[in-house]
Protein backbone atom coordinates (compact mmCIF):
# COMPACT_ATOMS: atom_id res chain seq x y z
CA UNK A 1 0.00 0.00 0.00
CA UNK A 2 1.66 3.36 -1.04
CA UNK A 3 -0.48 5.92 1.63
CA UNK A 4 -0.99 3.88 4.95
CA UNK A 5 -1.10 6.85 7.05
CA UNK A 6 -3.79 8.51 4.60
CA UNK A 7 -6.22 5.07 4.82
CA UNK A 8 -5.97 5.45 8.16
CA UNK A 9 -7.24 8.49 8.73
CA UNK A 10 -10.31 8.42 6.15
CA UNK A 11 -11.20 5.36 8.24
CA UNK A 12 -10.45 7.17 11.41
CA UNK A 13 -12.96 10.18 9.79
CA UNK A 14 -15.56 8.02 8.62
CA UNK A 15 -15.91 6.17 12.20
CA UNK A 16 -15.78 9.25 13.97
CA UNK A 17 -18.66 11.43 11.48
CA UNK A 18 -20.47 8.71 9.83
CA UNK A 19 -23.45 9.65 7.82
CA UNK A 20 -26.29 7.18 7.00
CA UNK A 21 -29.36 6.67 5.84
CA UNK A 22 -31.90 4.74 8.35
CA UNK A 23 -35.00 3.49 7.28
CA UNK A 24 -37.15 3.50 10.38
CA UNK A 25 -40.45 1.43 10.91
CA UNK A 26 -43.74 3.48 11.58
CA UNK A 27 -44.06 2.74 14.94
CA UNK A 28 -39.90 3.65 16.08
CA UNK A 29 -40.28 6.72 13.87
CA UNK A 30 -43.84 7.97 16.00
CA UNK A 31 -42.15 6.93 19.16
CA UNK A 32 -39.06 9.16 17.92
CA UNK A 33 -40.98 12.01 16.83
CA UNK A 34 -43.27 12.25 20.13
CA UNK A 35 -39.88 11.68 22.28
CA UNK A 36 -38.34 14.50 20.68
CA UNK A 37 -40.95 16.91 20.76
CA UNK A 38 -41.18 16.04 24.76
CA UNK A 39 -37.96 16.47 25.03
CA UNK A 40 -36.84 19.27 22.83
CA UNK A 41 -33.89 17.51 21.37
CA UNK A 42 -32.60 16.50 17.42
CA UNK A 43 -33.21 13.91 16.20
CA UNK A 44 -29.26 13.25 15.80
CA UNK A 45 -29.34 13.74 19.36
CA UNK A 46 -32.30 11.50 20.61
CA UNK A 47 -30.58 8.31 17.78
CA UNK A 48 -27.28 7.97 19.00
CA UNK A 49 -28.76 8.46 22.82
CA UNK A 50 -31.32 5.15 22.05
CA UNK A 51 -28.31 3.64 19.51
CA UNK A 52 -25.44 3.69 23.00
CA UNK A 53 -28.13 2.77 25.52
CA UNK A 54 -29.51 -0.46 23.09
CA UNK A 55 -26.01 -1.59 22.56
CA UNK A 56 -24.40 -1.28 25.68
CA UNK A 57 -27.59 -3.37 26.89
CA UNK A 58 -26.72 -6.02 24.20
CA UNK A 59 -23.49 -6.19 25.02
CA UNK A 60 -24.37 -7.67 28.40
CA UNK A 61 -24.93 -11.32 28.84
CA UNK A 62 -28.92 -12.03 28.90
CA UNK A 63 -29.66 -12.59 32.50
CA UNK A 64 -30.25 -15.90 34.13
CA UNK A 65 -33.43 -16.90 35.58
CA UNK A 66 -33.01 -18.76 38.69
CA UNK A 67 -35.39 -21.65 39.33
CA UNK A 68 -36.38 -23.39 42.69
CA UNK A 69 -38.39 -26.07 43.13
CA UNK A 70 -39.73 -27.44 46.68
CA UNK A 71 -38.55 -30.43 47.87
CA UNK A 72 -41.51 -33.47 48.26
CA UNK A 73 -41.35 -36.43 49.84
CA UNK A 74 -42.56 -39.12 47.07
CA UNK A 75 -42.71 -43.02 48.56
CA UNK A 76 -41.39 -45.30 45.92
CA UNK A 77 -44.41 -46.72 43.69
CA UNK A 78 -42.14 -49.27 42.48
CA UNK A 79 -40.42 -51.79 44.13
CA UNK A 80 -37.90 -52.60 41.68
CA UNK A 81 -36.71 -50.15 38.86
CA UNK A 82 -34.67 -52.54 37.16
CA UNK A 83 -38.09 -54.38 36.61
CA UNK A 84 -38.76 -52.42 33.27
CA UNK A 85 -42.41 -53.47 32.57
CA UNK A 86 -43.07 -52.45 35.99
CA UNK A 87 -41.79 -49.08 35.59
CA UNK A 88 -43.87 -48.84 31.98
CA UNK A 89 -46.83 -50.59 33.40
CA UNK A 90 -46.99 -47.79 36.20
CA UNK A 91 -46.09 -44.60 34.19
CA UNK A 92 -48.31 -45.70 30.85
CA UNK A 93 -50.69 -48.09 32.28
CA UNK A 94 -50.68 -51.77 31.34
CA UNK A 95 -51.80 -50.64 27.47
CA UNK A 96 -48.61 -50.30 26.88
CA UNK A 97 -47.89 -53.75 26.18
Known sequence: MMFPMLHQNITKAILIGMRTTLTLERDVAEA??????????????LV????????AQLSRPPRRTVFRTKAVGLKPRVSNVDDIAEVLALAEGDDFR
Open 32 to 45: LERLMKRRGTSMKS
Open 48 to 55: NEALRLGL
